[in-house]
């Protein structure tokens, strides 16, 4: 149980004195740019699945 409590004890101490949180900037800043990223990733599969959905519409009409 020892080693248990040792371990909890060094994680708190660590989150409190070597991690390095964001400031509220940062974190705003980060969180912007993944939303972006989100979009444009987003978009961009949707463009690729339409271009294909629609190649593939044409190329079984061919065969028809």
């Not at 940062?26 to 699945?49: E, F, G, K, N």
């Amino acid at each position: 149980m020892s080693k248990v409590q040792a371990y909890f004890k060094d994680s708190y101490k660590e989150l409190m004195e070597k991690v390095s949180w964001p400031t509220w900037e940062q974190l705003q800043q980060s969180t912007m740019i993944v939303l972006v990223a989100t979009l444009v990733i987003t978009a961009l599969v949707s463009v690729m699945d339409f271009a294909s959905s629609s190649v593939l519409k044409f190329v079984y009409s061919l065969f028809k």
